[in-house]
DNA sequence: CACTGACGAGAGCGCTGCTCTTGCATCGGA
DNA sequence: TCCGATGCAAGAGCAGCGCTCTCGTCAGTG
């Protein structure tokens, strides 16, 4: 029973792991990604500060913990909202609204989290490569809309006019094959710049830009949003 | 001639909060906002910390300081870009274009000052009143953009199928009289949109969102903000 | 049962923002 | 020309920070 009792040791350590990560969520929320410090976290879970390096070699692996986590909340909260509308048989545009939607909803109720995935780098520190594939969540999300759309034949063809740029992206075909099929990359070049796009609405409405600007948030969001839509080539 | 040496005075004391200033945007290159140390600073002017308080009462007001000079610093180089579009006699789509290129340019550099005032909000930290008017600049400039473009004639009417949201904004009045002339609430709106997804694409690409996955980022910028223009009624 | 390794506690280092007091130089009015 | 008021820099000091190192202790292992 070796890997019982081993079990128990590391589920302890994940418990305390877990009870760390949320003490510093909630601090996140108080004081900001850059106040954020270890002593009050320990502090405030009883511990002595250097007791709290057994588990996270440094502040920035925490934030970095934090970071992941946030990720993978707000790429399941997207992917869920792309499950729901999915079985309930709704429309692309509809599933991309229903993805656009979750995004900022997630967005409003976590805006801390938000600012540490969306917001401005935190100073010398790089993301590690471990944080990139919970970074895409979203934006895969998106585009499995608008890869079922193109093999549905409801994607209009994204000729829209200006000359959309061919050989933008990097490693077109690797997200062919993690998608399973192969976009034409003029469309993989306008969801990318709908994503960026999607992101720049939420974030002015959490950062404030907004502030004595915009009133009916809800609807300016989702007018916006249709726009995207048709800019990606769904039809309405 | 109190007035001429009390000058001297403000003189030497506006030079020494310039070099204050000067020195923190060289620090916040180097390490980020939150990073940013008073006794660093004042270590590097030769001074001892305490005496930079005469100067900034704190931190965030040091902070603050910059944040107007970058928003002011962005701002100068929209209307700048403007201005040079207009005296060219270039077309409303062309100048659009211009002040779009402009702004992006100036973050491409100075990330760290872009990430000051369009990255997360500094923690406890609220943005005086004083920085609203700076912060105004960009979208002013472009909404004069759609303003001549609109008395011209030359904007298509912004009824592009969806339903667009009349009563979205606030201060619709104020505005108009700013810019004297009243510009339809749909098109205002539309402008408020292009203008946070705007600094969508610009965020993405400077705070490394697009690393790994945009390749031709001039092309995929311009295409974007085709678009944009497209959106907002400019006709092509 | 003896042992190893994980753990928490505590002291301590150098740094931070910020305050308060002190001494000095300069400026303005008598 | 002298004197009081004012602006300014320096220094000491406080509490807090991230992080390191050492040292008992106790639980799980062979």
């Given at each position: 029973m070796t890997s019982?009792?081993?079990?128990?040791?590391?589920?302890?350590?994940?418990?305390?792991?877990?009870?760390?990560?949320?003490?510093?969520?909630?601090h996140l929320a108080d004081e900001g990604a850059s106040r954020l410090s270890?002593?009050?976290?320990?502090?405030?879970?009883g511990m002595v500060s250097s007791?709290?390096?057994?588990?996270?070699?440094?502040?920035?692996?925490?934030?970095?913990?934090?970071?992941?986590?946030?990720?993978?909340?707000?790429?399941?909260?997207?992917?869920?909202a792309l499950a729901e509308a999915e079985s309930a048989g709704d429309s692309h545009l509809v599933r991309w609204r229903a993805v656009c939607r979750a995004v900022r909803a997630w967005g409003l109720a976590h805006p801390h989290e938000y600012a540490l995935i969306y917001g401005s780098p935190v100073p010398g520190y790089a993301a590690p490569a471990s944080t990139t594939r919970p970074a895409s969540r979203v934006a895969l999300a998106l585009l499995s809309v608008l890869r079922d759309a193109h093999t549905s034949g409801a994607l209009r063809e994204p000729a829209s006019g200006a000359a959309?740029?061919?050989?933008v992206l990097k490693d077109a075909e690797l997200l062919a094959e993690h998608l399973g099929?192969?976009?034409?990359?003029?469309?993989?070049?306008?969801v990318v710049a709908a994503w960026s796009?999607?992101?720049?609405?939420?974030?002015?409405?959490?950062?404030?830009?907004f502030t004595?600007?915009?009133?009916?948030?809800?609807?300016?969001?989702d007018h916006a949003v249709e726009h995207l839509a048709d800019q990606v080539g769904l039809r309405r």
């Open positions: 019982r009792i081993q079990g128990a040791r590391q589920r302890a350590r994940g418990e305390i792991t877990n009870a760390i990560k949320d003490e510093a969520r909630r270890l002593r009050a976290v320990a502090r405030e879970l007791a709290l390096y057994r588990y996270f070699p440094s502040r920035d692996d925490l934030l970095t913990a934090l970071i992941t986590d946030a990720y993978d909340a707000v790429g399941a909260a997207a992917e869920a959309a740029p061919e050989a099929v192969e976009l034409p990359p003029a469309v993989l070049a306008e796009q999607l992101f720049g609405l939420i974030s002015f409405e959490l950062f404030g830009q004595k600007v915009v009133d009916a948030r809800d609807a300016f969001f």
